[in-house]
């Protein structure tokens, strides 16, 4: 597949460390500075100014104000068009091919609506984000307590991130990650974009939720490869970050398991996230540099 027809959006808070190195690494694959669009939400670390001054070709629009991941790559999807839409973070970046294989994995099969690429950290690590299974009610019991971490091989305990499965393995799956994704556009669009209602985090869940209502496939790529440095921006306002997690993995919970079952497993889910949620704020604590991730 040619790449003209795929559109990419990265929205930035204080991503000067970053950016560039993800605006090249989509030019490297083919994609015109004219297709690629940053968003910038209020950064204070001089981000537009760099991308303004390094890429002056790509699209690039600044909000007064922070407006959350899910609006501000709606902003910047909104007026562009395209077959293919990729959300990128700006500290992702495309390695070698990448795009051709997410293209080609969409090629293959009409009913495939995203492509996940394997996303890995810089020491080559698998953000486990990039496959996952929705969080069910036992689902998220297993992770709220800790279970997936301990028995991580288990096909019950490590379903969410489904890590009793190779990850070399091309699969469907039911959620990819926000930090890089390839989305027919068409499907985008159809779903409304991202649920605004996510500030930060949970929007890549809920969106593939919606794809797959509409009876489309999430498809696991790993023969396309990521780097992700991964909370470089989150980590700056690491307790806040925390917080929006949280309340997004409540949200996520609340819309779409709240019956039978699951809503009387609710009390047990809530009070586990809010555990999570003042465990890793104590942590943080201690901690000389505070992290979103545990």
Same mark, same amino acid.
């Given at each position: 597949?040619?790449?003209?027809? $795929?559109?990419?959006?990265?929205?930035?808070?204080?991503?000067?460390?970053?950016?560039?190195?993800?605006?090249?690494?989509?030019?490297?694959?083919?994609?015109?500075? /004219?297709?690629?669009?940053?968003?910038?939400?209020?950064?204070?670390?001089?981000?537009?100014?760099? $991308?303004?001054?390094?890429?002056?070709?790509?699209?690039?629009?600044?909000?007064?104000?922070?407006?959350?991941?899910?609006? /501000?790559?709606?902003?910047?999807?909104?007026?562009?068009?395209?077959?293919?839409?990729?959300?990128?973070?700006?500290?992702?970046?495309?390695?070698?091919?990448?795009?051709?294989?997410?293209?080609?994995?969409?090629?293959?099969?009409?009913?495939?609506?995203?492509?996940?690429?394997?996303?890995?950290?810089?020491?080559?690590?698998?953000?486990?984000?990039?496959?996952?299974?929705?969080?069910?009610?036992?689902?998220?019991?297993?992770?709220?307590?800790?279970?997936?971490?301990?028995?991580?091989?288990?096909?019950?305990?490590?379903?969410?991130?489904?890590?009793?499965?190779?990850?070399?393995?091309?699969?469907?799956?039911?959620?990819?990650?926000?930090?890089?994704?390839?989305?027919?556009?068409?499907?985008?669009? /159809?779903?409304?974009?991202?649920?605004?209602?996510?500030?930060?985090?949970?929007?890549?869940?809920?969106?593939?939720?919606?794809?797959?209502?509409?009876?489309?496939?999430?498809?696991?790529?790993?023969?396309?490869?990521?780097?992700?440095?991964?909370?470089?921006?989150?980590?700056?306002?690491?307790?806040?970050?925390?917080?929006?997690?949280?309340?997004?993995?409540?949200?996520?919970?609340?819309?779409?398991?709240?019956?039978?079952?699951?809503?009387?497993?609710?009390?047990?889910?809530?009070?586990?996230?809010?555990?999570?949620?003042?465990?890793?704020?104590?942590?943080? /604590?201690?901690?000389?540099?505070?992290?979103?991730?545990?």
């Amino acid at each position: 597949m040619d790449p003209g027809g $795929v559109r990419v959006v990265i929205c930035t808070y204080n991503s000067r460390l970053d950016v560039s190195r993800a605006i090249s690494s989509c030019l490297a694959e083919g994609i015109t500075p /004219a297709h690629l669009t940053v968003v910038d939400n209020a950064s204070s670390d001089g981000t537009p100014e760099l $991308v303004r001054r390094s890429h002056p070709d790509v699209r690039l629009l600044t909000e007064p104000r922070n407006l959350g991941f899910a609006a /501000a790559v709606n902003h910047g999807a909104r007026s562009i068009d395209g077959e293919f839409l990729m959300l990128l973070n700006p500290d992702a970046e495309l390695q070698p091919g990448a795009l051709r294989e997410m293209l080609g994995a969409l090629a293959t099969d009409h009913r495939r609506g995203a492509v996940s690429p394997r996303v890995v950290r810089p020491d080559g690590r698998l953000d486990p984000a990039c496959r996952r299974q929705f969080p069910s009610p036992q689902v998220a019991l297993w992770r709220l307590v800790g279970l997936s971490r301990l028995q991580p091989r288990s096909p019950r305990f490590g379903a969410y991130n489904l890590s009793h499965l190779p990850d070399d393995q091309p699969m469907a799956v039911d959620s990819g990650s926000g930090a890089c994704l390839l989305i027919r556009r068409p499907l985008f669009d /159809a779903v409304g974009g991202l649920d605004e209602g996510y500030f930060m985090y949970g929007e890549d869940l809920e969106l593939c939720w919606q794809l797959h209502r509409r009876g489309a496939e999430v498809w696991y790529q790993p023969t396309a490869v990521v780097i992700h440095r991964k909370g470089r921006s989150s980590e700056q306002v690491a307790l806040p970050m925390l917080v929006h997690f949280h309340r997004s993995m409540w949200r996520f919970y609340r819309l779409h398991y709240m019956r039978g079952a699951g809503a009387a497993l609710a009390p047990a889910v809530g009070a586990g996230i809010l555990l999570r949620l003042a465990t890793l704020l104590l942590l943080n /604590a201690l901690r000389p540099h505070p992290r979103v991730s545990p």
